[in-house]
Structure formats: C-alpha cells, structure tokens
C-alpha cells in the first residue's frame, strides 16, 4: 500500500504546540499574577506591639498600600522599621490576595541602669534599649549602677539577684537595687534591710547566713547603718 508522508511542517507542529504550551501557559501566568490589580497591598496588619505603638508601625509601612504583594521585599519592610529602638526583628507574611501580616518582635528588659544619673533600659547583655519611661513600665525592674566608665557585665548581677531570690531570705524582702561594684563584688539594697550590703558574688549563701546571724545584734547596737560588708 502506498504510503504519503506529512509535510516537515507539519510533523513538527505537534511538538511545537507542546512546548509553547508547556512554556507560555506558566509565562502568561506569571505576567498576570505580577500584573494584576488584585494582588496589590490593601490589608496591612500588625501584631507583637506593647511598647512599640501599632500606629507607628503602619505609619512606617503606610508606603507599602497599593504596591504589588508580590513585589514587597521582605528586607525592606525590615530595614523600615529598624529605626525603632524597641524592635528587635521583624517577620514578615504574605497572604493572598492582598493582606501583608507584619509580626513585631520587641526587646525584652532585663534591668534598668543608672548612667550618669538618668535610667536606661538594659537588655541581659547590658545593651541599653531606650531611656526610662516610667509608661513602658509592665513590670518591676531591678536597678543597677556601675561606675562611670566601667566595662562591668549586667548578667552577673542579675545572677546574683536569682541567687538571691532562690536562697529566699524571709528577713531580706526583694532586692530593689544592685550597684556593681567589680566583676564579684556588688552592693545590694534590699528592701526588708534598713541599709546596703555588700556580697561576692561567689560567696553569697555563706554571706547571708553570717548577716542573718548578725542582724539582731546590729539592730541592737546601732540606731543606723551605713553598709554592713559580708
């Protein structure tokens, strides 16, 4: 039986069509979802805040409404933010079709420090936050002092204050404020003790044992005390 064979052209023309199709379908997808009013920012939420004002977050985002969702950086939606003393990291979510979820996470402080007469809150590493305002207050803070100039750690005073915390001294009350006064050595005022204490660190259990013993003799002896040294 005779056998006519198909054009060149045409033999090449199935393959062709799979390939475009394969090709464009996603191509003509992708300009759409990059083009289309649907997916540009309407919807801007903002959770994590408590000392950072949720206002001012979307004040500093407000740049962000009408722009493609898919075209928001998400290291730009950081680097406007990171001016915020308060703010430590930023963690950024797109939901379609057009909401950008903006999760703050803020600076956690461990004490407030006295520098040069003025209050700061201090992270654990002693990094200083932002000045003392007694409105971002959520909760009691222990105050420390270091000399001016010193190049003293936080951390081991607020281990100390642990310590302290832990041996639970009935007759001491909490420690209200701790001044460093070298890598071992600190200053303690309590609040159940008319007067400052100073304690190592490293000897602190020995400490409180010999000032619990102390403390009626003192308070028999003396009308007032300026520092007892254990």
Known sequence: VAHRRRPLAIRLLRPLAGALAIVGIPAVTAWWALTTPWLRVDDLRVSGTQRVSAAWVLDALDGLRGRHLLR???D???GRLASHEWIRDVAV???LPDRLHVAVEERRPA???EIHGE?????????????????????????LEAPVGSSYEVA??????AEWRRLDPDWSGPISEIEIVGDDDFRVQAEGVGFP???????????LERLAWLLP??????????VVDI
């Not at 700061?120 to 000045?131: C, K, L, P, T």
């Not at 204490?197 to 400490?207: D, F, P, T």
């Open 217 to 226: 003799e003192l308070e028999r002896r003396y009308d007032a005390v300026d």
């Open 76 to 78: 730009d939606v950081r």
């Open 197 to 207: 204490v100073l304690v190592s660190a490293s000897r602190l259990r020995a400490g």
């Open 72 to 74: 928001v950086e998400l």
């Open 156 to 161: 081991p005073a607020l281990e100390l204050a």
């Open 119 to 143: 209050l700061y809150f201090v992270e654990r590493d002693a990094r200083v936050i932002a000045e003392y305002d007694e409105r971002l207050m959520d909760e009691p803070l222990l105050v």
């Open 111 to 113: 004490a407030l420090l």
């Open 93 to 95: 979510r797109k939901e």
